[in-house]
């Protein structure tokens, strides 16, 4: 009884224990930020992977032919839940006259990606959420239709103007020279470049043509939107959902002429909507638009780039193995059955964390090395526990003399110190594992503070993939670490303790 007694009276007693406390609650805290940072890291790669791509992929390196029938076996699988046919190629994306970026387009099937991937989760406007579409829901295309009745007038109106001021820029022309002249020409010049730009985005913004296809943005395509750091919120530039309209501006990669010059083929779209996958490097870059429209335009015919595969249990990685094993089977029997337009090596079929491996590799190999570092770095903790018993058991010479001629044991005088370390570590322990867990799940508030009270932000969406830090802490993590932290403490304790059980109590007794 009298070992725990004195434990926790030196405990509350000693001030320096306080220190030892202090250094043990940073180590713990330190450790678990960055293990829940980096494999907060590795869960959204995970996460991102499957959202994009499913758990299993067939990449065709020259296209996939019968891409239909290949579908129908593999979702008659009982192993397989979904499968949907991708095609991608990249392309020019037109606003407005000067307002163009490169994008990569992405043909996709609605609403049957969904079942697949991620797809339609974050989509705005929050009506296509529930039947996502490349098209305006009926109500919103009914309310545009009866709207297009008094843009229609306004185009009318605006055409006149075009035609009069053409007119008065003839005659003036015409005209023989005068002073003024050249100052009239110049301001109908002026007014017909301005009445032109009105007539032009009149037919692109407010009209609404329904026979043009949908397409649906990344949310982070530069010049749609800006997003609110402090609430997450999108700020949204373009009339989305609307009548809006852009151009693609696409390169034929189906007709076989590689290094070859092709004429692009350019086709104006709806702007249907716009779709979060949380990835920035995706949400800036990707467009979607209807598999079929996409082929048909690009002259894929009855093929598709890639076919994406979500499994009925695609959890873990040794389900996601399985399941690919399960699909090269499938592909193997379809390829025999058009062995005439199929090889069996014409395609790569990998789970996503195979697609993915030189990311994950790395992303791991950085937290290992990371936690590695810290807990090289948390020696100081056992370090400091040490010097701090040490000198307790120097002070407390003549205390231990005399618990031993009181009659305690060189056993029960050891476990006095080893007991006072494990509550150093569980103390310490506590307190760090406490607060890092609280920075971490506020970790994007830290981050954002700190960013609008000094100007200083450290994490990048455009350096880090990523449009959040990961703030999601693994309990596990947790007891590992607070595990390890008292068994430091029970380590710097073990030789002052040692040192303090060997003790003479007459030698202890006389020490000065």
């Not at 392309?91 to 043909?107: E, H």
């Not at 009926?138 to 239709?145: E, G, K």
């Not at 007709?255 to 692009?264: F, H, K, N, Q, Y």
Request: glycine letters at 8%.
């Amino acid at each position: 009884m009298y070992k725990l007694f004195l434990s926790l009276r030196y405990l509350r007693r000693r001030p320096i224990a306080l220190v030892a406390i202090i250094g043990m609650a940073l180590c713990v805290f330190m450790v678990i930020v960055v293990a829940s940072v980096m494999n907060g890291f590795l869960d959204q790669v995970a996460t991102a992977a499957r959202g994009l791509m499913g758990d299993v992929v067939i990449d065709g390196y020259t296209g996939i032919p019968h891409y239909q029938q290949l579908i129908e076996q593999l979702n008659a699988h009982p192993d397989i839940r979904a499968a949907t046919p991708v095609t991608h190629t990249y392309g020019l994306l037109k606003f407005g006259p000067r307002d163009v970026r490169t994008v990569s387009v992405m043909g996709i099937r609605l609403p049957e990606a969904t079942e697949v991937t991620a797809f339609g989760r974050e989509l705005h406007p929050p009506a296509l959420q529930g039947a996502p579409a490349f098209e305006l829901p009926p109500d919103v295309q009914s309310r545009l239709a009866q709207r297009n009745f008094f843009w229609q007038r306004a185009l009318a109106e605006t055409d006149r103007e075009i035609e009069e001021l053409d007119r008065q820029l003839e005659a003036a022309l015409d005209a023989p020279p005068s002073p003024d002249g050249e100052d009239r020409i110049a301001a109908l010049e002026g007014r017909l470049a301005g009445e032109r730009q009105r007539a032009a985005d009149i037919r692109r913004i407010c009209i609404f043509e329904p026979e043009h296809p949908g397409v649906i943005l990344g949310v982070e395509i530069p010049g749609t939107t800006v997003r609110d750091e402090a609430t997450g919120q999108y700020q949204r530039y373009k009339r989305i959902g609307e009548a809006e309209k852009v151009q693609l501006t696409l390169l034929p990669l189906g007709r076989g002429t590689v290094g070859a010059m092709t004429e692009p083929v350019k086709k104006t779209f709806n702007l249907v909507g716009d779709q979060r996958f949380g990835i920035y490097v995706i949400d800036n870059s990707h467009v979607y638009v209807d598999f079929d429209v996409l082929n048909r335009l690009i002259e894929m015919g009855d093929r598709a780039d890639q076919i994406q595969i979500r499994l009925a249990d695609g959890s873990d990685e040794a389900a996601g193995n399985a399941g690919a094993a399960v699909v090269r089977d499938i592909w193997a029997r379809f390829a025999a059955a058009h062995r005439e337009d199929v090889q069996v090596d014409q395609a790569a079929i990998q789970t996503w964390r195979q697609k993915q491996a030189q990311y994950v590799d790395a992303v791991e190999k950085q937290r290992d090395l990371m936690v590695i570092i810290l807990g090289i770095v948390s020696m100081v903790a056992v370090v400091l526990v040490f010097a701090i018993f040490y000198m307790m058991v120097v002070q407390k010479t003549k205390d231990i003399g005399i618990l031993k001629s009181l009659g305690a044991s060189h056993v029960g005088v050891a476990w006095v110190f080893l007991t006072y370390g494990s509550a150093v570590g569980l103390v310490g322990s506590v307190f760090g594992a406490a607060g890092g867990y609280a920075f971490v799940r506020n970790i994007n508030a830290v981050h954002d503070w700190i960013a609008t009270a000094f100007g200083w932000r450290v994490f990048s969406r455009q350096a880090y993939m990523f449009d959040r830090i990961p703030d999601a802490v693994d309990p596990w993590v947790i007891v590992w670490v607070m595990v390890g932290a008292m068994i430091a403490g029970l380590v710097g304790a073990l030789l002052p303790a040692l040192r303090a059980a060997r003790m003479q109590p007459v030698e202890a007794l006389r020490y000065e």
